[in-house]
C-alpha cells in the first residue's frame, strides 16, 4: 500500500483516498514574471513523478496545477517593461511551458490562471466576512483575522505566538494583528485598471494566498486528497490557505500535504530572491533535459537538492550507463511492467515508500547490470519500461548516447564524424598511433568511442 509522508501529521501516513479508486491533487504553480529556475524544475518534475505514480497504481487522478498570473511582482516587472500584464504573463507561462515539455513534465488536467477566479475568490471572502474571520483594515484592505481560527499553526507545528510573517504578509495598514494576512487589496491609483476589479469592498485585487483557496475548492471540491508544492510554502502560504479554505467552508481542507526540499546551491536556497538561481533554459544549454530531469529523480523528493555542474555531469554518465545497457541489448516485445517480476516489485515498494525515487533508480541500475551480465533482451524491456513510469528511457539509446543535433549542433556532429572517418583509414594504414592521437582527441573534447563488430559508435563521455 502506498504510504506518503503527510506534513501535516510530520510522519509516513497509509494513503487512503476520500472516493476509492480516484485522486484529487492540487499543486502550487508558478508565478509567471520570469523565466522559470531549477527550484522550479523540481517542483514540476517531482510532482509529475507522483501524478506518473499514481496513475501507474490503477489510480483516476485529477491533477490541478495553478497559475499565479496577478501579483505585486508581475505589476512591478511589467511597468518596468513598459507592457501590459497580460503580455508579460502570457510571454512568460510560455517559456514555462516550453521549460516544462522539454524536461519530460506532462500538462496537468487544469491549469487554472488565478485572474479567472476572481469571482470565486470574492465569494470565499465573503464566506469568511458572514463566519467573523474577515474584516476591513484602516488601509480598506480586508484581511484575515488569524486570532479567530483555533487550528492556525498546525500545519507549521507552532503556536499563533510563534510564528512570525512571512514573505509577502503585510504587516501594517491598520491590520488588528501582524500575522492577519490580506485577503483583498483595495485599487491604488498607482495600478493599472487592467488588475482592478469591482467587489463588494471596493475596487481591487485578491490578496496571493486566497488564489490557491478558491481555484482548488472550484476545481477539485472543499475537501481533497493531496495538497503540494516546495518546502518554502509550507509557511505562510498553505498555512493560510488551511486557514481560509476550513475557515470559509467549515470543513476539513487537505488529507494528505506533500513538501519537496530546496534545491541548493553552496549551502544556501536557491532562489531568485537570493539571486543565486539558474534558469531551466540556461541549464538545458549545457545538459540534455532528460540528465536534468534524473538529476532532479534520483534524490527522494523531500530531501535537499544540491546544485553543481559536477552534480550534472555525474547524473549525465550514471543515465548513460541505463541507455548504453538498452543499445547493448535493445528490448524485446511491448514496455508494459511485469508487477511480478523481483525487480520490479522492488521498484513498486520503492514508489510505495513515500514515492522513493532514489531506490526505484538503484533498481535501474540493478537491472542494467541483469541486461549487461545476461544479454537478456527481457530484462531490458523491464528496464524500459520501469524507466518511462519515470519518464525517463524513453529517448533511442544511440540518439541519447551521441547526444543528437540538439547537444552540439551539425557542425560538431559533422567533425566528430570526420575525425572517426579518419580514425578509420588510419587504422586500416595500420597507422595505429594516428589512431591513438584521434581517439584521444575526441576524449579530450568529450567524446568517448567504442569500436564494435557493427562498426565504431560513439558517445558523450
Known amino acids: 500500500m502506498l504510504k506518503i509522508h503527510n506534513s501535516l501529521s510530520r510522519k509516513k501516513e497509509q494513503f487512503t483516498p476520500i472516493e476509492p479508486g480516484k485522486v484529487r491533487m492540487y499543486v502550487c504553480g508558478m508565478t509567471v514574471y520570469d523565466y522559470c529556475h531549477l527550484g522550479h524544475a523540481r517542483v514540476m518534475v517531482v510532482f509529475d513523478m507522483v501524478a506518473r505514480w499514481l496513475r501507474a497504481s490503477s489510480y483516476n487522478v485529477t491533477y490541478v496545477r495553478n497559475i499565479t498570473d496577478i501579483d505585486d511582482k508581475i505589476i512591478k516587472r ?36 488565478a485572474t479567472e477566479f476572481v469571482e470565486s475568490m470574492q465569494k470565499l471572502i465573503g464566506n469568511l466576512v458572514d463566519n467573523g474571520l474577515a474584516y476591513k483594515a484602516a488601509n480598506e484592505d480586508m484581511c484575515y483575522a488569524v486570532r479567530k481560527f483555533e487550528g492556525y499553526g498546525k500545519l507549521s507545528g507552532k503556536s499563533v505566538d510563534e510564528l512570525r510573517a512571512g514573505e509577502r504578509v503585510e504587516v501594517a495598514g491598520g491590520k488588528h494583528d501582524p500575522l492577519d494576512f490580506v485577503l483583498w487589496k483595495h485599487a491604488r491609483p498607482e495600478e493599472p485598471d487592467e488588475v482592478k476589479w469591482a467587489s463588494p469592498w471596493g475596487a481591487g485585487r485578491p490578496g496571493w494566498h486566497i488564489e490557491c483557496s478558491a481555484m482548488s475548492s472550484e476545481l477539485l471540491g472543499d475537501h481533497f486528497d493531496i495538497h503540494g508544492g516546495g518546502a518554502d510554502l509550507q509557511f505562510p502560504h498553505h498555512e493560510n490557505e488551511i486557514a481560509q479554505s476550513e475557515g470559509a467552508h467549515q470543513c476539513s481542507f487537505v488529507n494528505y500535504w506533500m513538501h519537496n526540499g530546496f534545491v541548493r546551491v553552496d549551502d544556501e536556497k536557491m532562489s531568485k530572491s537570493l539571486g543565486n538561481f539558474f534558469t531551466i533554459r540556461d541549464v538545458l544549454k549545457e545538459y540534455a533535459p532528460e540528465v536534468v530531469r534524473f538529476f532532479i529523480l534520483r ?25 548504453t545497457a538498452l543499445r547493448n541489448v535493445p528490448p524485446v516485445g511491448a514496455a508494459d511492467v511485469d508487477w511480478s517480476a523481483p525487480m520490479a516489485a522492488r ?50 539509446p544511440q540518439a541519447f548516447l551521441q547526444g543528437g543535433v540538439e547537444a552540439g549542433g551539425d557542425e560538431e556532429t559533422a567533425s566528430i564524424e570526420a575525425r572517426i572517418a579518419a580514425r578509420i583509414e588510419a587504422k586500416r594504414a595500420r597507422n595505429f598511433a594516428e589512431a591513438d592521437r584521434l581517439r584521444a582527441e575526441l576524449l579530450a573534447d568529450g567524446i568517448a568511442l567504442e569500436d564494435t563488430p557493427q562498426g565504431t559508435i560513439w558517445r558523450r563521455a
Open 347 to 396: 521498484f513498486k515498494l520503492a514508489m510505495d515508500d513515500d514515492f522513493n525515487t532514489a531506490e526505484a533508480v538503484a533498481v535501474l541500475f540493478d537491472l542494467a547490470n541483469e541486461v549487461n551480465r545476461d544479454q537478456s533482451a527481457q530484462a531490458a524491456a523491464q528496464l524500459k519500461a520501469l524507466g518511462q513510469v519515470l519518464g525517463l528511457l524513453e529517448q533511442d
Open 78 to 113: 511589467a511597468g518596468e517593461n513598459g507592457e501590459s500584464i497580460r503580455a508579460l504573463t502570457d510571454r512568460f507561462i510560455a517559456a514555462m511551458h516550453e521549460d516544462a515539455d522539454a524536461l519530460g513534465v506532462l500538462r496537468p488536467d487544469h491549469e487554472p490562471r
Open 299 to 323: 534524490a527522494h523528493y523531500r530531501s535537499p537538492l544540491n546544485y553543481s555542474d559536477a552534480h550534472l555531469v555525474d547524473a549525465r554518465h550514471a543515465l548513460s550507463r541505463l541507455y
